[in-house]
């Protein structure tokens, strides 16, 4: 398969190389191994939370401006509590924040110890019927948590060109066995975005076939959600189930709480099949913070201005990468990126390694300033520029 250069996300000083490089990588099929290596080795031993004293930790899409103060005092405060089971009420109460934002009612809201914890069941629930039909690249560790239980399989469909998703391909591989199809808006690990005047219309037919799951895990991030989401689908009525984190803008991802919204139906049987329930510290930072606009607006401010310190550096340095609008960037180095995180692990600077065959592409996280800023200044000598 041959790539144009003309595609609208890959941004690039060296598009010839970016040509043979995505070339390169753009056949072969998925394993379930394709996960391994995707985090560096530690240089040192690393301590129970959080990253060790001088490590830059750019490679797992967390948010270091996280938690929130108000989410703090909560936790503090509820732990104190920690004796007990967490009330209903507090899950409800969560529920209801929930969804008066989005407009639907409570009973549509299944809030879960992280949004991975919600999409590992919707894939026990839909795996056994049928194939999980997905792009090629999406965040598909819980599709393969079922598949390596025995109870899916992932039909990948491959991406543009422009490494955008194909969703009429993935429509086209819809089947009456389907189990579901999965889509993640902004996807990881490209962070490309599809505008919601794209993506509604493909949802919206796709879920007249099979239910449709939206992971907007990164939603919060973009420049605008609510041209983005396709929460109003769910409204419509439509066979989608949304998935939210409080990983990544509200940055929390060791607190663990996410959330889906769906039809009642749906929800009831998300709930029926989670495996856990909700800590009294989670829920009450997620209580506490869900509608804290001030801390919102600096982290999505900090991580705006991470990013574009990186677009500036891989800019200047004419290395082609995708336009995010997320917390973390895929780009080219011109090294396969397992040798660059090699090299960037031994500088105490963790990025993310090689995804399937996808040789040439790394993946960088956003972090706090000081860390980004420390793989800005040392990229350019690693790659010898
Ligand atoms: C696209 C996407 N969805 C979901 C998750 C899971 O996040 P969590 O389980 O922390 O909510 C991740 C984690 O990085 C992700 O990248």
Known sequence: MGYRLTRRGILSGGALGAAASLTACATGSASLAEAKGAFPPSAAPLPLFGPAEGQALLSRNENPYGPSPSALDAISKSASKGAYYTNAEAI???????????GVDPEQVVVTTGSGEALSAIALIYGPKGPIVAPRLFWDTTSLYAANLGMASITRIPLTADMEID????????TPQTGMVQLCNPNNPTGLTTPGSVIR??????????????????????????????????????????????????GMAGIRVGYTIS?????????????????????????????????ITYSK????????????????????YLKSQTNFVYFQSGKPANDLQKAMAAEKISIRGQYMDYVPWSRVSMGKIEDVTRFCKTLPRLIGA
């Open 167 to 174: 969703y009429a391909g993935i429509e086209a591989a819809i």
């Open 201 to 250: 219309p493909a949802v919206a037919s796709m879920a007249a076939k099979t239910t449709v799951v939206v992971d907007e895990a990164y939603i919060e991030l973009t420049d605008d959600e609510s041209a983005i989401t396709c929460m109003p689908l769910v409204k419509e009525g439509k066979n989608v189930i949304i998935t939210r984190t409080f990983s990544k803008i509200y």
């Open 92 to 102: 409800q109460s969560l529920m209801k924040l929930i969804a008066e934002r989005h």
């Open 301 to 320: 401010g900090k991580i705006v201005e991470g990013r574009q310190m990186v677009e500036a550096t891989l800019g200047t340095l004419g290395l082609p």
């Open 263 to 295: 039809s009642a139906e749906t929800a009831a049987k998300i709930r029926a099949t989670v495996m856990s329930s909700a800590p009294c510290t989670s829920t009450a930072a997620a209580i506490a913070c869900y509608n804290d606009e001030a801390f």
